[in-house]
């Protein structure tokens, strides 16, 4: 997928979930509420990790129409948990970070486009509290209970 820049183009690495029909239709979801209960290893975080890059770049991957980019908030209650996702971000984003296109800040874990509000951010979410203070337009709470 290319992002196009004033310098150059792009790249934008997500994943293909070809093959993994549950990860699709959980990326391919357009409802405004979505619950996925799914044993260990049933990949999960990279599901919702590939659907909020797409969120955030306003990128439809299955040829729908191109969406409003949006800002993402995902939250997990462990740090392990926000690494599995903040990995994938950053792995799939490396590219235009690296051209400048986007701003990465390592130690809140969040990338964004420079002077704006729009950004995809990893939060550990220990209690309610630490929910707080943000907003999103996709919020993405995993391994909630």
């Not at 969120?55 to 040829?63: E, K, N, P, V």
């Amino acid at each position: 997928m290319a992002v196009a820049t004033r310098q150059r183009e792009c790249e934008v690495k997500v994943l293909d979930s070809e093959g993994h029909y549950p990860q699709q239709r959980l990326r391919k979801s357009k409802k405004k509420r979505i619950i996925c209960k799914a044993g260990r290893r049933g990949g999960k975080t990279v599901g919702v990790a590939q659907k909020g890059i797409e969120a955030f770049m306003g990128i439809d991957i299955y040829g729908g129409n191109p969406s409003p980019p949006k800002r993402v908030l995902y939250q997990a209650p462990t740090s392990v948990q926000t690494d599995a996702f903040w990995f994938e971000v950053k792995s799939a984003l490396a590219d235009p970070v690296k051209a400048g296109v986007l701003r990465l800040n390592e130690s809140e874990r969040f990338i964004e486009f420079p002077n704006t509000r729009r950004r995809i951010k990893a939060k550990t979410a220990w209690d309610v509290n630490t929910s707080r203070g943000d907003y999103s337009d996709l919020l993405i709470l995993d391994e909630c209970q």
